[in-house]
């Protein structure tokens, strides 16, 4: 868990996700004592039930996935309790392919949660791959008028990063290519 300026982050090992964060400084209802969920575990979404969890690397070449939605390491942190660091390897054909690397921080800034992974060939051949991660789960919403939820999709290609906002809706959003 961390914890720091008005919120709480409770992590799991499984995809090392954020399995919930709080906000114990602000109550879910008026007059409540409850803290307000910021996110929270998606049980109606399948296996994964952890918001921003890593599931699965698509490799190139060969053609193959590699599920990563298991019990990831627990590496001790080396700046104290402000981080929690995760760690796996993805193997295929019991060979090793990539070290992932997966750290959760929180900055300072109110309620801001950073997210660093740090992805290592351990092959002698370049590996082209896609990783699959998990969103937001759990979001609430806070208005029953209407729904101001959005999604933020970063794509990183040859030293770009290209962040498009898609709004939230009933049905799955078309993710860019």
């Not at 906000?23 to 918001?51: H, M, N, W």
């Amino acid at each position: 868990m961390l914890a720091a300026d008005g919120v709480m982050v409770y992590f799991t090992s499984r995809g090392a996700g954020v399995a919930l964060a709080r906000l114990p400084g602000y109550p879910a209802t008026v007059g409540g004592f409850e803290p307000y969920l910021l996110l929270g575990a998606d049980r109606s979404a399948g296996s994964v039930d952890a918001s921003l969890a890593t599931i699965a690397v698509e490799l190139d070449q060969p053609d193959a996935t590699i599920e990563l939605n298991h019990p990831w390491t627990v590496v001790e942190p080396t700046d104290g309790a402000k981080s929690v660091s995760f760690r796996t390897t993805a193997s295929r054909d019991d060979q090793p392919v990539l070290a992932i690397d997966k750290t959760y921080r929180l900055t300072g800034r109110r309620f801001e949660l950073a997210v660093e992974q740090r992805i290592e060939n351990l092959t002698d051949q370049p590996v082209t791959f896609r990783l699959i991660q998990a969103g937001p789960a759990g979001m609430p919403r806070e208005d029953a008028r209407g729904d101001y939820r959005s999604l933020y999709v970063a794509r990183s290609r040859k030293d770009q990063v290209r962040v498009r906002r898609i709004r939230h809706t009933t049905q799955s959003p078309r993710l860019p290519e």
